[in-house]
C-alpha cells in the first residue's frame, strides 16, 4: 500500500493543493497498492486538466507562455443518439445555461471568482474580455504557423459565444462574425458588449434546436476556445 507521505506529494505535485482531510488520505493509503497506480488515478481525476486549465488562463492574462499538461485522461462520449434524444439534451442545455445567463452570465464562461457579479468590478471585467483577445491571438498564430490564411473577408462562426467575451475580437479579424449561443441571456449581454465597443459587423444566432442548427449559415472560419469551453463545463456540472 502507498504510505501517507505518497499521497500528500501526489496531491501536492500533481493537484498543486494539499489533501481535503486526513480521512481522504487514509482511503488512499488503504485502497491503493502501488505509487503507479496512485498517479494514475490523480492523472484520470476531473480535477488534473482543470487545473492545467486555470494555469494556462493565468499565464495568458499575464502574458506568459501557457503550461500545457503532460497527460490527459482518455475520455468516451455517446455520438449516437435518436431525436428525442437530441430535443432532450438540447432542452437541458438551454435551460441550465439560460438560468447562469441571468444569475452568473461571466462566471459561467471563466469559473473564477472575480468573474462573479458580486466581485465583478470594472477592472475584472476588463480583464475578463482581454483574455478574449489572447484567444484570437492565439488562433491567428496557430493559423500562420500552419500556413493557414485568415483573410479579411472571411465569415467567421462562433458556437457558445457567451457574453461576447472572444466575439467582439473576432469582429476585428473577420468581415462578419455569426456569434451563436443556446441562452438568451448571454446573447443580450453580448449584443450589449458589441454595441458599447461599436462592432457593428456581428450577427447574433440563438441555437436551441435542431431546426436552426440544419439552416445555419456558410462560414469561412470555426474558432475553438478551449479554456472556455472546459470551465464552462465545470459550471454546468454545479448547476446541473
Not at 488520505?25 to 497506480?37: D, L, Q, Y
Request: proline fraction near 5%; glycine fraction near 6%.
Amino acid at each position: 500500500m502507498v504510505t501517507t507521505a505518497e499521497v500528500e506529494w501526489a496531491y501536492r505535485m500533481l493537484l498543486g493543493r494539499e489533501p481535503e482531510s486526513k480521512a481522504v488520505v487514509e482511503a488512499f493509503t488503504k485502497g491503493v497498492k502501488t505509487v503507479e497506480e496512485l498517479r494514475r488515478g490523480f492523472l484520470a481525476s476531473p480535477e488534473f486538466p482543470l487545473k492545467f486549465e486555470r494555469q494556462r488562463m493565468a499565464a495568458l492574462t499575464a502574458g506568459e507562455a501557457p503550461t500545457l499538461p503532460m497527460a490527459v485522461p482518455e475520455r468516451k462520449a455517446q455520438t449516437q443518439v435518436s431525436e428525442d434524444e437530441l430535443d432532450g439534451l438540447l432542452g437541458r442545455i438551454e435551460k441550465e445555461f439560460v438560468y447562469m445567463g441571468e444569475n452568473e452570465p461571466y462566471w459561467s464562461v471563466l469559473t473564477a471568482e472575480q468573474y462573479k457579479i458580486a466581485n465583478l468590478s470594472q477592472q475584472n471585467e476588463e480583464e475578463f474580455f482581454l483574455s478574449g483577445r489572447l484567444m484570437v491571438g492565439e488562433m491567428e498564430m496557430a493559423a500562420r504557423r500552419n500556413g493557414v490564411d485568415l483573410p479579411k473577408s472571411a465569415v467567421c462562426f462562433e458556437l457558445g459565444c457567451g457574453v461576447g467575451r472572444t466575439t467582439v475580437w473576432l469582429a476585428d479579424t473577420f468581415q462578419h462574425v455569426v456569434a451563436a449561443d443556446v441562452s438568451g441571456p448571454h446573447l443580450a449581454l453580448a449584443k450589449r458588449a458589441a454595441a458599447d465597443r461599436g462592432k457593428y459587423n456581428i450577427n447574433f444566432l440563438q441555437v436551441n434546436s435542431r431546426t436552426v442548427f440544419e439552416n445555419l449559415p456558410e462560414f469561412d472560419a470555426f474558432p475553438v476556445d478551449h479554456r472556455a469551453s472546459a470551465q464552462s463545463a465545470a459550471s454546468y456540472r454545479l448547476y446541473a
